[in-house]
Structure formats: structure tokens, C-alpha cells
């Protein structure tokens, strides 16, 4: 309900052609919100636990130490990434979603859907997060990566990978979801919003579509409680726009993921 009363609070009027005329409705109090939503029988989506097939084998090779040690903030974009993998159960089998996400403003910057656990799926994603940051101008060197002890993470591609970046690798420790709670959560989300609303899902490429629709869809225009009821990409914008027009101006441009 909170989101719902942020963003009707938010809406310019638009004029006959569609556009924004620079003037808002007037406001809208809460009480009115949740009011007309529990006559219309409207309720929010709650994430929760839900019991899953594994998704990472721990590895059994000397580790990097935790450098986040629950600390799940950032002051800046690309300052820590989180990763972590999930699945998805359709009539084909099980197929494998990977995201890595920025703990500054809860942007998804990299994703991938495979149906295998090989080391490819988490590197892929990586990759499309490096691809995507690199393209809007962003330095990475002493950005902290952050999984848990998965061998997808802990192999040796992935982790060479990261030094080639100078990327920080840090892990969590074995079998405590609490030290990657921030991917964890964003998989809640993931599963709570897309997977149960809008199955059975019949293929890998039919996950794969509305994956990227629905990461287009969170990183741009769902309002994210942690971004003040901003999208993720919004957010980012007013970081950058804080410190420089220019740079903002040109990020404006890159909202949408591919």
C-alpha cells in the first residue's frame, strides 16, 4: 500500500497528446489509498521463504575473506555488488536464473537464464554487469563482488575474472543465507513478483523473456522502498546529477537492460 500511495502521490498530469504538463493531481492521503484498495480486494505481493532445490555446492578452496560482514550498504554506485542464483521449475525442467546486483540503489546490473549450473551461468551474468557499467563510463577497479561459497563463484574462471578487473571477491560463510541476505532478498522479489504470478512456465526462452521485461520493468519503474519509493535507476540518476549534470544527462540514456 505504501508503494501504491508514493506513486499516486508522484503523477503529473498529462495533456491530450500524453504529455506531461508539469503539474500534479492533487494529493492523495493514505487512508484513501488503503481504503479503495481493500474494496477493490487489492493486497501487495509479501516475499517469503519458500523451500528450493539447491543452487550452489559450497567449494571446498581457500576462500576470500567477507568484506561486507552484513553490511549491506554502499556510498555510491559500483561500490559493491551482490550475486546469487536461482531457479525456476518449468514443464522443460528446471532452468537457472543469475543475478548480480548493486547494493547502492538495488539495481539488477547483470542477469542470465541457463538450464545448467555450470560456472557459465554466474560468469555470464558477471560479464553482463561489467558490459552494462563499462558502457555508461564506469570505473570498477576496487568495486568489492560479493557471493556465497558456490562453486560457480569460487571457480577458477570466475575468480581470475575478477582480479583481471581488479574486482574485490569476498564470500560469505558456509551455509549462512544471512551473509548474502541482499540477494537473497532481491530472489524473494524475483520469485514473488514474476515466477508464482505469472506461471506455468512452459521453456527456458519463455523464462527468459519476462525475465529481462521484468528487470527492465524493476530497474526503471517500480518504486524500491530502499531507493525513498524511487526506481533503481531513477535513484542513480539523482546520485549522479547531485555531482555532476553531465554525467547524469548521459546515464538517463542506459536505464533500459538488454
Known amino acids: 500500500m505504501m508503494k501504491m500511495w508514493k506513486v499516486l502521490n508522484r503523477q503529473e498530469v498529462l495533456d491530450e497528446h500524453g504529455r506531461p504538463t508539469g503539474r500534479r493531481y492533487p494529493p492523495v492521503a493514505r487512508c484513501t489509498v488503503a481504503r479503495r484498495m481493500k474494496a477493490l480486494g487489492l493486497v501487495g505481493a509479501v516475499a517469503g521463504d519458500h523451500k528450493r532445490p539447491r543452487t550452489t555446492i559450497p567449494g571446498k578452496d581457500v576462500h576470500p575473506a567477507d568484506q561486507l560482514n552484513r553490511n549491506f550498504t554502499a556510498p555510491a554506485p ?18 537457472y536464473v543469475a543475478f548480480v546486483m548493486d547494493l547502492f540503489s538495488r539495481r539488477i546490473v547483470g542477469w542470465r537464464v541457463t538450464s545448467s ?92 523473456l519476462e525475465v529481462l521485461r521484468w528487470v527492465d520493468w524493476y530497474n526503471t519503474t517500480r518504486p524500491h522502498s530502499w531507493c525513498d519509493y524511487l526506481a533503481p535507476a531513477a535513484y542513480e540518476n539523482g546520485y549522479y546529477a547531485a555531482r555532476n549534470p553531465s554525467t547524469a544527462t548521459a546515464a538517463e540514456a542506459h536505464t533500459t537492460l538488454h
Open 78 to 95: 559500483d561500490n559493491r555488488w551482490v550475486a546469487d542464483i536461482t531457479y525456476v521449475p518449468t514443464w522443460a525442467g528446471f532452468v
Open 117 to 208: 549450473l555450470h560456472t557459465d551461468l554466474a560468469l555470464d551474468a558477471l560479464e553482463h554487469a561489467v558490459w552494462q557499467r563499462q558502457r555508461q563510463g564506469r570505473d570498477l577497479t576496487g568495486l568489492v563482488h560479493h557471493a556465497d561459497r558456490g562453486v560457480q563463484y569460487r571457480a577458477i574462471r570466475y575468480t581470475e575474472r575478477l582480479e583481471e578487473l581488479g574486482i574485490v571477491a569476498s564470500v560469505g560463510s558456509k551455509g549462512d543465507s544471512y551473509d548474502n541476505a541482499a540477494a537473497e532478498a532481491l530472489n524473494r522479489v524475483f520469485k514473488t513478483e514474476l515466477i508464482r504470478r505469472q506461471g506455468p512456465w512452459k521453456t527456458l526462452e519463455h523464462v527468459e
